[in-house]
């Protein structure tokens, strides 16, 4: 039986003076004795309460992150000042959202070393010594001491200690092996673009787009993987039925995908509407949003919607906006009528504009013109956004080593797809390590950061209904390894998670 720690109890999440506190969340059990590696390289630093100030001024703002900075790198110096909490007044809206991610690594209190599922790994036994030195030597390498030499510039040591890491990881191996190989290769790429030896630029910005569209197509190594691990179908089932029920009395529905992907989320929520064989509604809208690099992709999910609307006689009709560029976005661009009920779907996209602020911030203006009953967010759970390479390295390594224990656990040794999928998840590794600045554009921030930037534009979220909860409940029990996946609450929003680890977050949101 799966845990569902959020069922039993929401968090509290105002502090008595009604500031936000992040206190408290993601508060997860210690370490593994085996994790000697990480237990000795791994300051605790925890969250902090912050609240917007949207009278602020760039100059405030500027003096006040400057004071951040030398906060975080006394605090990095000492190690963990213990019961403090610093209150910042919030960065302004057209401030990068990286800088919102400074607020990640000012300590509060205690917080446990998290029992991430690397813990798992390495708390096991793999039968061999070299396997067992594997497990308590490299990741403490690579989650303390090579990192920062690596991100103070001693080139030469940090090759000698990956070149000792490569005798220790297989790309075939077991999950440890795995991660410390991926990994080792992040930090060699860091190394490479800092001494000058890194790729052509042209060459990593075809990577990036060969990534991104892979991510938008069905391919055999993704339903493999949807169809081993419950975290797709959660979401489809999920966000889809928060829709429903937000908009059980109406006729004409505009649904506004900002990112499509396949689109396969809008099947089951068309079944939804033909129970006794006729559909109940007048027409389904659905608005998609393309820039123009990928215009085919987006067509062809549109064209297979389309397809299969017409198979059900539902009265359907999609639209497509393109956009040379997110900045060109603009409410009169989508063909909405009074007598529709709008609402607003967003996939793993907000994440993307993340390193562009100001084009999230259009974004967010035009859905917030656009009115909408309800909106619906799914992104990534994690806090690898961080200024500082080490903080960001360390948090990477136990979200992407979760990742890893979910794909050994749910997918055989040797299967292709599971190797294709963690190599996918590499260039995410190696983008968010060995990048910097604008070319890193691999960014994830928590539900905190995201509640506190959405409610700029008025939006507050609202508590998923107990018809979604029950269902979660029993989608995870059709899965073999449904036991080890986590439902959790942050306020009202939903973690999905991996052995007490969150990995996404679905979100619904109202304008209050």
């Not at 993601?26 to 912050?50: K, L, R, T």
């Not at 529709?340 to 917030?368: A, C, D, H, W």
């Not at 930037?453 to 508590?463: I, K, P, W």
Request: charged share 20%; hydrophobic share 40%.
């Amino acid at each position: 039986m799966y845990t569902n720690r959020g069922l039993e109890a929401n968090l509290n999440g105002v502090s008595p003076s009604g500031d936000l506190d992040l206190r408290g969340l993601n508060q997860i059990p210690s370490s593994s004795s085996h994790f000697h590696g990480f237990q000795d390289s791994f300051a605790e630093y925890g969250n902090v309460g912050f609240r917007f100030n949207q009278y602020e001024t760039m100059e405030d703002h500027f003096s006040k992150h400057q004071k951040l900075e030398e906060q975080q790198q006394a605090y990095l110096g000492r190690g963990l000042i213990a019961g403090q909490r610093f209150d910042l007044l919030s960065l302004p809206l057209q401030a990068c959202l990286e800088e919102i991610a400074q607020i990640d690594v000012i300590p509060v209190g205690n917080r446990d070393i998290p029992d991430h599922g690397t813990q798992k790994l390495v708390s096991g036994s793999y039968g061999s010594s070299q396997s067992k030195m594997i497990i308590e030597q490299s990741p403490g390498m690579l989650s303390g001491f090579l990192p920062e030499k690596a991100g103070n510039q001693q080139f030469e040591c940090a090759n000698r200690l990956l070149t000792r890491c490569d005798f220790l990881c297989s790309k075939t191996g077991n999950p440890v092996e795995r991660l410390v190989y991926y990994f080792s290769q992040a930090l060699r790429q860091r190394i490479d673009r800092q001494t000058g030896r890194a790729a052509a630029d042209d060459q990593t910005k075809q990577e990036e787009l060969d990534m991104n569209r892979s991510l938008m197509i069905a391919t055999p190594s993704t339903l493999a993987a949807r169809k081993r691990m419950p975290f797709g179908e959660l979401v489809h089932a999920l966000g889809p039925q928060e829709i429903i029920e937000n908009v059980a009395n109406s006729k004409r529905i505009h649904i506004i995908d900002l990112f499509i992907r396949t689109g396969v989320q809008w099947i089951s929520f068309m079944h939804s509407f033909v129970p006794q064989g006729r559909c109940s509604i007048e027409l389904l809208k659905i608005t998609a949003i393309a820039t123009d690099s990928y215009k085919d992709l987006v067509e062809n999910a549109c064209k297979r919607l389309k397809t299969f609307a017409e198979s059900e006689n539902i009265p359907f009709c999609i639209n497509l906006v393109v956009v040379a560029d997110m900045l060109d976005l603009k409410h009169g661009m989508f063909d909405t009528r009074e007598d529709e009920t709008i609402v607003v779907y967003s996939e793993f996209g907000l994440r993307s504009l993340i390193q562009q602020p100001n084009r999230l911030e259009v974004l967010m203006k035009v859905v917030r013109n656009l009115k909408p009953r309800v909106m619906v967010v799914v992104e990534v759970e994690a806090r690898n956004n961080s200024l500082s390479f080490v903080n960001r390295f360390v948090e990477a390594l136990f979200f992407f080593g979760a990742w890893f224990d979910c794909f050994d656990a749910s997918m055989e040794r040797d299967c292709a797809h599971r190797m294709e999928m963690e190599s996918v998840y590499g260039y995410g590794m190696a983008n968010m390590v060995a990048a910097e600045g604008v070319e890193r554009k691999i960014r994830h921030v928590t539900i905190d950061v995201w509640r506190a930037f959405l409610a700029r534009f008025g939006m507050v979220d609202t508590e998923l209904s107990t018809s979604s909860m029950y269902q979660a409940s029993l989608l995870l029990q059709k899965f073999p390894c449904g036991s080890s996946y986590t439902l959790d609450k942050n306020q009202n929003s939903l973690l999905i998670g991996w052995k007490g680890t969150p990995l996404i977050s679905l979100s619904i949101w109202k304008s209050h």
